[in-house]
């Protein structure tokens, strides 16, 4: 059967059905002029007063009838009340009985302020009447109240907003009637709803419960974010928020993951529809928007229907039944087209079944889905309860131009028991008692069981596990103890021959002349000749000549130079004050030799300030040997010695 056919017979005007709703859905159950929002469901509902939240209007009346399963009591719990106060709540009041028709009780009358309306008021029957009356007064904007059946003990109003809650994690129960006129939401899922948002409301967008059913919400309280986008979904409209300290989002069952439209693992032969929009433009170009356009994200034109009539339809094979949760639709999104469909319905089927169409909840009324308000915004739907069907078509109702769309279907595979778990029968019993202890005496099962390697392999494992790390350990340890000693006893070598000259044969080193007596220096000695007999010796700073030191004399080695750089040695000074009279003189005599035929210059005077060396007796002068040790030697015997790897030159006859 073509489901054009079938769709034909539910084809009627969308403006009278969806009036024709929303008066059902305020009539079921309710009489009088001063009725509100009502939705009374079969577990749950919620009713409010004439224009509310604004204030009622005087000398109005409305009588709400509940029934719930007769194994069940009816709790109300007051989201708002504000009925002006009176004489015995006389003119305007809110009152609650048992049962339903003349035999009715009264449960109680309110009004005015002392009413304690964040109370829970029960039932004593499965039936109840709620009656609301308006005199003449001057304020109050009415009332809000929800019910449910009394094993729902949770039980929230639709006015309960996030910030109300301070547990991290909590469930509750929504009633049914929660898509309000008043009262708004900011986000959607998966980011998150704003604290500041309904809960119940955001959960009918989040299509985690329904307007006409309500449901139980599993909420999770999280940091809050910068920005909240706005959507559209379920009808409806999420608004835009701003940072907030905290939101909150819902806990699922998961099954709301895309099934193949916009990814392509649907097919494009899984795709038809009832006819394709095909034209040539002015400049012989030919378009045709067929149904494999229609996917959700996919740049360019959108699938549409040739014909502008209500038979037209898109239709979707899944390969095999999948359970379907939800889903979402879009226009053209071109921005010269502006075409899309605001309005639809859904059928599906099953392979050999006839099409059927989705109903509204409760009622055997075709349910009717919001579709876009242009044709560029992702609108959702959700569909529960949910769908399970192999076929889905979509049915346009109302569109704008051109019935344009582009899909993506949400759900998952079906839930189906393994067959592996289905439970093993035991073998029947034996009927006689005589084979039974013969199999006791020869099982060997113990056996087996004592013979088993497996606790021994664990053991070992174990074991192995334990041993491994400690054995690292120790090799670790052992070898920086070695380490340590060997960098300790080449340590103690090189503080114990600190003048130790291993590169003897790279560095010469020259010992002081002694006064009276003059060398010719060679290339590579650490003393350079004065270049002006006048000159003395040199400040190192720069402040003048120099003095020569008092009493004693310092004779060391002086460090070596680069060849590259000039060869000035600090002066060694010898004492001169335990000599015998007339054999140096009065003064201290330069160890330099001039480059005149002069004798040496003199120059400075004795400073007696310098420290006297310790270890170094008056009248004794040495030469600090590489071990620190001082040789004596006479004043004949302090001449330059020329280095070992130098060839010695005698003296000139200036130095005689």
């Known amino acids: 059967m073509e489901a ?55 000398n109005t009346v409305c009588e709400w009838e509940i029934r719930v399963h007769p194994s069940q009591r009816i709790i ?12 015995s709540c006389h003119l305007s009041y809110l009152r609650l009985y048992n049962w339903i028709g003349p035999g009715r ?41 929800s019910y449910s059946t009394s094993n729902k003990s949770d039980l929230i109003t639709c006015l309960d907003k996030g910030s109300h809650f301070s547990e991290p994690e909590f469930s509750r129960y929504c009633p049914a009637g929660c898509l309000t006129p008043f009262g708004n939401i900011s986000g959607t899922i998966p980011l998150g709803y704003r604290d500041s948002s309904l809960l119940c409301m955001a959960g009918i967008h989040a299509g985690v419960v329904s307007h006409f059913l309500g449901g139980r919400i599993n909420v999770v309280i999280s940091k809050g974010i910068t920005y909240y986008e706005n959507t559209v979904a379920n009808n409806v409209s999420s608004k835009t928020g701003h940072l907030s300290r905290h939101l909150f989002t819902f806990k699922t069952n998961g099954c709301y993951g895309t099934l193949g439209m916009e990814s392509g693992v649907i097919r494009d032969g899984q795709i038809h529809a009832s006819s394709v929009l095909q034209w040539h433009d002015l400049s012989g170009q030919f378009h045709s928007w067929g149904p ?42 071109l921005g010269e087209y502006a075409f899309y469909v605001s309005a639809y319905r859904i059928f599906s089927r099953e392979d050999g079944e006839d099409w059927k169409v989705y109903k509204e909840a409760n009622t055997d009324l075709d349910k009717i889905f919001q579709g876009n308000a242009n044709n560029y915004q992702e609108v959702r739907n959700n569909f529960i309860p ?63 069981k004592n013979n088993s390697v497996t606790p021994n392999i664990s053991k070992d494992v174990a074991l192995a596990a334990v041993l491994v790390p400690v054995l690292v350990m120790v090799l670790t340890a052992f070898i920086l103890v070695l380490v340590c000693g060997w960098h300790w006893r080449n340590r103690k070598k090189t503080v114990e021959a600190p003048y130790s000259l291993i590169y003897w044969n790279r560095t010469e080193y020259a010992q002081p002349l002694v006064a009276g007596v003059t060398g010719t220096l060679r290339q590579k000695s650490t003393f350079k000749p004065e270049e002006d007999s006048d000159a003395g010796y040199s400040d190192p700073d720069g402040n003048g000549h120099y003095d020569a030191p008092v009493p004693e004399i310092y004779h060391a080695y ?24 007339g054999t140096l003189g009065s003064v201290a005599a330069s160890t330099f030799k001039s480059s005149s035929s002069t004798g ?34 006479s004043a004949e015997e302090q001449v330059y010695q020329v280095p070992n790897s130098v060839s010695q030159i005698p003296a000139t006859s200036d130095a005689e």
């Open 386 to 448: 949910p769908i399970m069907a192999r076929y889905i078509q979509i049915n346009p109702v109302q569109w704008h131009q051109k019935a344009a769309l582009k899909v993506e279907l949400l759900g998952c595979q079906p839930f189906q028991p393994s067959l592996a778990r289905a439970p093993v029968q035991s073998r029947p019993p034996l009927l006689t008692t005589e084979i039974t202890p013969k199999l006791d005496k020869t099982t060997f099962t113990p056996d087996v």
């Open 105 to 145: 009780r009264e449960i109680g009358k309110y009004c005015g302020p002392g009413f304690q309306w964040e109370r829970v008021i029960e039932s004593e029957s499965n039936e109840v009447t709620v009656q609301f009356m308006s005199g003449i007064h001057i304020s109050g904007r009415g009332f809000l109240v």
């Open 600 to 633: 040496p210059s003199l120059a400075g005077n004795i400073n007696p300030s310098l420290p006297r060396t310790e270890g170094t007796p008056s009248g004794q002068t040495g030469y600090d040997t590489p071990k620190g040790k001082i040789i004596p030697v």
């Open 76 to 87: 109300f719990k007051f989201g708002d009340f504000d009925i002006e106060n009176s004489t």
């Open 292 to 333: 494999e356009r229609a996917r959700l994200k996919k740049p360019g034109s959108a699938w549409a229907a040739f014909h502008t009539d209500e038979a037209q339809w898109l239709q979707i094979d899944l390969k095999k039944e999948k359970k379907i949760t939800g889903i979402i639709t879009t226009g053209s999104t």
């Open 4 to 58: 054009g056919t079938v769709r034909g017979k539910h084809t009627r005007n969308t403006g009278i059905f969806l009036c024709l709703i929303a008066t059902l859905s305020s009539a079921i159950g309710q009489k009088g002029d001063g009725c509100g929002h009502t939705v009374l469901g079969p577990e749950s509902g919620t009713f409010t007063s004439i224009n509310y939240p604004q204030t009622y209007p005087n």
């Open 558 to 581: 002086a460090e070596p130079l680069p060849a590259s750089s000039p060869e000035y040695a600090t002066p060694i000074i010898m004492e001169i004050s335990t000599h015998p009279t």
